[in-house]
């Protein structure tokens, strides 16, 4: 575990190259995120970002570079691996398993946990976070509404009692109310302890929320600062705060 | 109407019903069997395991094997439940490995590649499944000496038709290894990993999900589950040959397809169902019929509902 000043690292990758085929997506991405922080990554369609989520968790392996977890490199190991060390994942377009419950999809993901105690806890307290959720526990996971289905995504994860949430596009396909309050509890999870690496098109809601973040260009990290400051960048204004 | 002249056939149809539904149930339960292998495999996978159908052969020679073990001359070396017991456990087993063989070695090197290739693969392990047991074990009918273990008079009057004792061993078999099944999918943690990986692989593998272990129990457990057709068919049918997989494979597949392919209860549905369409025709029309049924089956199921009875309009899987 690596200290810078006060700060400890809890995740960074390292010149990072990630391939699909003869295609070359992530070039040389390099980025940090420190314990406790709330981190966004944003950036076009197409730009990489969930290609770089995917390789955080394990599911695209990268051709060269380095993922470290927790102070250890992590970048040859499988997924399960990475979830049982805490990480977790709102993954793009929620991937909800249609034809379970509410509650099995919950019970997956705690998937790789044993602690009985620690799992009820952790049901009943995201269940107290979702009362919706709770009055839903025997319907199907397909037949749930997009909001609810985002409540359950994020419940899901939330059962495996992560130390690093990632979520791909937390706000898509919701309506701005929706956003608004989803975005509340994102900043709500992370201020009760737990980092979250957020990837993000909404830049203005999710620059609102974070303490950092970057900015990825055709598979690039192009720009990198406090979140205040990304809010009043020139550049960044230009390209994707429609402003 | 013409009442006196269907009369006879109709007393006939009547008199003769509950002793075909009693064996169309028999054929159904082996059907069944198989179908949950093709089924289980198509929910994980999207892939037609057309090898499936040799996996219950060699499930049906494994018994032989076992059976001609405990059976010397002198008689049963056990009591009969015991050796049936073995029986089944064995070629379970066997059977079970050898679709985790096949998966390895036909399969997995295959996983990425467009759909066409692992289905040509599947032929050809279907071919030299075949040609192994052709060439070790010559292409000789065997015969199960079922009687050394049940009595063929063993069975139970029912008033209307008889149920011997070997056709209620085959359905209460299948029955109990059914409810298993379906407490294991239900119930269970790698349960639960088998539907989360037929719904969806990737989001099931970001849950932490091993998914390469799980394809691996699945082929274990359908594999099994041919290999139990396969000794149930020998004890109730008592004849096994190298080339037995091939009809029953299409027989399975088309149970499996009828109740809607990657759907379990649809599998043992479709199974019963077909078992009891194929024994009907043999029965009440003709015995030439008996291979033609499943084809026709599976024709009108393509043509009219190719989800299938119980499958999701959009393919929902296990
Ligand atoms: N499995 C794959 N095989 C081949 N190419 C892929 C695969 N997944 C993604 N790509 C390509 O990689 C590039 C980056 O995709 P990625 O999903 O990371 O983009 P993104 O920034 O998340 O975009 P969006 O905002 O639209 O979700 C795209 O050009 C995409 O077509
Ligand atoms: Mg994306």
């Known amino acids: 575990m690596s200290n810078n000043g006060t700060k400890t690292t809890l995740l960074r990758l390292e010149d990072i190259n990630t391939y699909y085929g003869p295609i070359h997506i992530l ?48 970048q040859n190991q499988p997924t399960g691996y990475r979830v049982e060390r805490g990480m977790a994942v709102v993954p793009e377009n929620r991937r909800i398993f249609g034809s379970m419950s509410v509650l099995e999809n919950l ?14 806890a952790d049901f009943e307290r995201i269940l107290g976070l979702f009362p919706r959720l709770k009055e839903r526990l025997h ?48 900043q709500q999870v992370n201020q009760q302890g737990t980092t979250v ?25 192009v720009l990198a600062d406090e979140a205040k400051n990304l809010l009043d960048n020139e550049q960044l204004r230009k390209a994707y705060l429609g402003r | 109407m013409h009442t006196q002249e269907v009369g006879k056939p109709m007393d006939i ?33 999207q892939l037609l395991n057309f090898a499936h159908g040799d996996v219950y052969m060699v499930g049906a020679f494994i018994g032989y094997g076992v059976m001609m073990a405990f059976i010397p001359e002198s008689g049963p070396l056990f009591a009969p439940v015991i050796i049936i017991i073995l029986m089944l456990l064995v070629a ?23 759909r066409i290739a692992p289905l040509i693969s599947a032929l050809g392990v279907s071919f030299f499944i075949q040609n192994a047991i052709q060439l070790t074990l010559t292409a000789q009918f065997r015969n199960y ?79 099994a589950l041919a290999g139990a057709a396969g000794v149930l068919t020998g004890i109730v049918f008592t004849r096994v040959w190298h080339f037995m997989g091939f009809a029953a494979g299409l027989k399975g597949f088309t149970a499996a397809v009828l109740g809607g392919i990657g759907n379990i209860p649809g599998a043992m549905l479709g199974g019963f169902i077909l078992g009891l369409a194929e024994t009907f025709a043999v029965g009440f029309i003709s015995a030439t019929y ?27 899987k296990v």
């Open chain 1, 27 to 74: 070039q040389g991405v390099s980025l940090e995120v420190f314990a406790g922080e709330l981190v966004c990554l944003l950036g076009g369609n197409a730009s990489g970002k969930s290609t770089t989520l995917k390789t955080i968790l394990g599911i695209v392996k990268p051709a060269s570079g380095r993922v470290v977890f927790n102070g250890e490199a992590i």
């Open chain 1, 107 to 120: 019970e997956m993901g705690a998937f790789l946990r044993h602690d009985r105690d620690g799992i009820k």
């Open chain 1, 139 to 186: 319907q199907l996971g397909g037949t749930l509404s997009g909001g609810e289905q985002q409540m359950l995504a994020m419940g899901r994860a939330l059962m495996s009692r992560p130390k690093l949430l990632l979520m791909d596009e937390p706000s898509m396909g919701l309506a701005p109310k929706l956003v608004e309050q989803n975005f509340e509890l994102i």
């Open chain 1, 197 to 221: 690496f957020m990837v993000e098109q909404n830049a203005n809601m999710a620059l609102s929320i974070a303490h950092r973040g970057y900015v990825v260009q055709t598979g690039r990290i």
């Open chain 2, 13 to 45: 149809f009547i008199a003769t019903l509950p002793q075909q539904i009693i064996n169309g149930l028999t054929l159904g339960a082996v059907y069944a069997l198989i179908a949950l292998g093709y089924s289980m495999v198509y929910g994980v996978l």
């Open chain 2, 92 to 114: 379970m087993l066997g059977c079970g490995v050898l679709g985790i063989v096949i998966e390895q070695f036909a399969y997995r090197p295959l996983r990425n590649s467009p």
């Open chain 2, 145 to 223: 000496e079922t009687e050394k273990l049940i009595a063929p008079a063993a069975g139970i009057d029912l008033g209307f038709a008889r149920l011997s004792a070997t056709r209620a061993l085959v359905i209460v078999t299948a029955i109990v290894l059914m409810i298993v099944l379906q407490y294991l999918i239900k119930r269970t943690r790698l349960g639960k990993a088998m539907r989360a990986v037929a719904i969806d692989r990737e989001a099931a593998a970001m849950m932490g999900v091993n998914v390469d272990r799980v394809i691996i129990f699945t082929f274990f457990i359908g594999s």
């Open chain 2, 290 to 316: 008996k291979d033609v049924v499943a084809f026709v089956v599976l024709i009108i199921v393509l043509l009219l509902r190719p989800r299938g009875l119980l499958g999701a309009r959009i393919p929902q």
